[in-house]
């Protein structure tokens, strides 16, 4: 396992990048093919979340299925794919983050995730729509909360595509709109996207 990445993008956060680098153990040749892949997501989280935070730290999740720290008070968030893991905490406020490959299914289920002036900005494009659909998903993830529809509740306002940058997303989950700023980047092809 590899830090790709370490840095603190805005003041009180955290953000960890890890290359799993470690082939399956012959001891797991008996599972499936996706509890392999669970059970490596699981260890990988697991062995992260012990080195950053110290050996005795745990993960939990609640009801929701946002993750906690066992020992330490900092808001995290977690996500993985293909061989990347990314946490994002902050000692003060919740966070989001997500990180993603682009996938022919990303305009399959399209309609499901963007609203009408989404489709339209994203126009086919998949990097748009690759960074609308982690910008949703790290807004989800920093609300915690269920019942949140990626289409109706959150919006991302249209934004520039380049190596890096600034996207700006509004949650409406609750009486009050809430203005959500986001960074993302590419790393080997995967969007990286984070709130700030």
């Excluded at 993008?9 to 797991?28: A, C, E, F, W």
């Excluded at 993830?141 to 595509?161: A, E, Q």
Aim: aromatic fraction near 8%; proline fraction near 4%.
């Amino acid at each position: 396992m590899d830090i790709v990445l370490e840095a603190k993008p805005s003041p009180g956060s955290k953000l960890y990048l890890i290359k799993q680098t470690d082939g399956i153990v012959q001891s797991q040749l008996n599972l499936t093919r996706a509890q392999i892949k669970r059970k490596a997501e699981r260890q990988s989280i697991s062995l992260i979340i012990r080195n950053i935070y110290g050996p005795e730290e745990r993960v939990q999740y609640d009801e929701h299925g946002k993750p906690h720290l066992t020992a330490n008070t900092d808001h995290i968030s977690i996500s993985h794919s293909g061989p990347f893991f990314a946490l994002l905490s902050n000692k003060q406020k919740s966070v989001g983050i997500d990180i993603q490959f682009p996938t022919k299914k990303l305009f399959r289920i399209r309609e499901k995730y963007l609203s009408s002036d989404e489709l339209k900005f994203c126009e086919g494009d998949i990097h748009r729509h690759l960074l609308c659909w982690s910008a949703k998903e790290s807004i989800y993830k920093m609300n915690g909360i269920p019942g949140v529809s990626l289409r109706s509740d959150i919006d991302i306002l249209p934004f520039s595509v380049g190596n890096s940058g600034i996207i700006s997303g509004k949650l409406r989950a609750s009486k009050e709109e809430l203005n959500v700023d986001l960074a993302y980047s590419f790393i080997d092809e995967y969007a990286l996207v984070h709130t700030l």
